[in-house]
């Protein structure tokens, strides 16, 4: 986020650091080390991506939540992601625009850096929203313990065909245990991490449970969202909007 008209802003934020391809410094083997004159380059583009977003006004970003709520569509969660690295200023900043938006959570990664996720849970809690922590195949039973442990203002954005793809285990009992701390969740369609064609694939053609996942939701009226997230290889003679409607109808089927 945050180069010109990209997610981190809207068109006239100045070029993120290494913003071009591969970012400064990145050679066909790697990420080779940045000389001093890069490591300036990188942090004056840094401090002028920080001062743009600390005087940008938010009537771009109301405007962008008009058109999406005009057109039927609520958002409810903004990833441009927090840096343990970041002033409270930035951080109100990210915060600003996700109200602005209309997004009662911000999104990121989760962290293994307690203070970092005490101090950003803390700071979603006093503007009355929340962090919502998401995962890969790294997601467990027990992964965000620590971080809901550490603020009221954490949470849990729960990636379904991750977290079976990793544990090879319904999220279910953990949609159950933690369904009062989960902000938001992913839905897609894969079967465990090791199998052959265990990508991600057509929803119905992979092993996650999503009938039982909206079943649960519908049978305890759970209100926090659950969305597509369309990331199986488009099959051949289809597109992204046909396939989108097949999943929509898969969970209208579910639910029925």
Not at 166 to 186: F, N, W
């Given at each position: ?5 990209g ?19 990145r ?59 970041m ?49 890969h ?11 809901l ?39 897609k ?61 898969f ?6």
């Open positions: 986020g945050g180069q010109r008209g997610p981190g802003g809207p068109p006239g934020a100045p070029a993120a650091p290494g913003a071009g391809p591969g970012g400064p410094g050679g066909r083997g790697g990420r080779a080390p940045l000389t001093p004159e890069q490591q300036a380059a990188q942090q004056k583009a840094a401090e002028e991506l920080k001062q743009w977003r600390l005087s940008v006004s938010m009537d771009k970003y109301k405007e962008f939540r008009k058109m999406y709520n005009d057109a039927g569509v609520s958002i409810y969660a903004y990833k441009l992601e927090p840096r343990p690295t002033s409270d200023e930035e951080y109100d900043y990210i915060f600003n625009v996700a109200q602005a938006l209309g997004a009662n959570q911000v999104t990121l990664e989760l962290s293994t850096d307690e203070a970092f996720l005490k101090r950003l849970g803390d700071f979603a809690a006093r503007r009355h929203m929340l962090v919502a922590y998401h995962a195949t790294q997601a467990s039973m027990t992964a965000w313990d620590r971080a442990e550490l603020s009221k203002g954490n949470a849990i954005n729960l990636d379904c065909g991750h977290y079976f793809a990793g544990t090879g285990e319904s999220p279910v009992p953990l949609i159950l245990k933690r369904h009062d701390r989960i902000a938001s969740m992913h839905l369609d894969r079967r465990k991490q090791g199998t052959p064609g265990g990508d991600n694939l057509p929803w119905g053609k992979g092993d996650t449970p999503i009938r039982e996942i909206l079943q649960t939701m519908k049978t305890n009226k759970y209100t926090f969202p659950a969305s597509i997230e369309y990331e199986y290889q488009t099959p051949e003679g289809s597109d992204v909007i046909t396939e989108m409607k097949k999943c929509v109808q969970c209208k089927d579910a639910l029925s």
